[in-house]
């Protein structure tokens, strides 16, 4: 029983350069989420998902996009990554009782 | 005012301890409420939801007061194993949106 799961684990990136997380749910749930966490800030909410190709922005969008071309995936992109968007990023899916399963997290630092 | 707060902590107490933690909110039309536990350099994990009755999961009871905009989660007899960050959330109600506190950190010593 996969839950959610991201890839990749970990990644290092020179400013400037592009990535996409991956995040794959196999729960046939309909909203997923995409969360950063930084120290003493909490996790704080970057895009959102309703349903298979709807995407919504969060608290802190900027320099982020996403797709949800699939129910199971959810794609998050850095076009040009900055090193202010080191940090752990967690994929959500949630289920219709309202409880959130993440994915293990993704650390990227960007030099 | 932000939309969720929580005392960062860290809380320290001695195994077989009662700690309590609480989590204000906003928005007065919130409707879902949840602990959610967090280990060190893992992803967090649903600890309980917390419903308008109040609600007991062994150890573990959480409490949701209305009128003052404040869950609550109480632990008994505190275990090594119970230490970690508890993080409130809260599902305003108006957007799709869930709101997570910075969470509260839990240190049980022996």
């Known amino acids: 029983n996969a839950g959610v799961t991201q890839t990749p684990k970990f990644r290092v990136l020179k400013t400037g350069q592009s990535m996409t997380l991956l995040c794959a749910q196999d729960?046939?749930?309909?909203?997923m989420y995409w969360y950063r966490q930084d120290p003493g800030m909490g996790l704080r909410l970057i895009h959102y998902?309703?349903?298979?190709?709807?995407?919504a922005k969060g608290e802190v969008p900027d320099g982020y996009n996403v797709s949800r071309l699939k129910k199971q995936n959810f794609l998050l992109g850095l076009e040009s990554a900055a090193p202010s968007q080191t940090s752990v990023y967690f994929c959500?899916?949630?289920?219709?009782?309202?409880?959130?399963?993440f994915g293990e997290g993704s650390r990227l630092t960007v030099l | 005012r932000k939309e969720v707060e929580q005392d960062p902590g860290p809380f320290n107490v001695p195994e077989g301890a009662t700690v309590a933690f609480n989590c204000t909110y906003s928005?007065?039309?919130?409707?879902?409420f949840f602990w959610y536990r967090q280990d060190c350099r893992k992803e967090p994990k649903l600890l309980m939801s917390v419903y308008s009755s109040g609600n007991e999961d062994g150890r573990f009871t959480a409490q949701l007061n209305r009128a003052s905009q404040y869950i609550s989660l109480l632990i008994r007899d505190s275990k090594l194993s119970d230490s970690a960050t508890y993080l409130c959330?809260?599902?305003?109600?108006?957007?799709?949106?869930?709101?997570f506190g910075t969470g509260t950190r839990l240190q049980v010593f022996p």
């Open positions: 729960m046939n749930h309909e909203y």
């Open positions: 928005n007065s039309a919130s409707q879902s």
């Open positions: 959500a899916s949630r289920s219709q009782s309202g409880e959130l399963f």
């Open positions: 959330v809260v599902n305003p109600g108006n957007t799709d949106k869930l709101i």
């Open positions: 998902s309703v349903g298979e190709g709807t995407t």
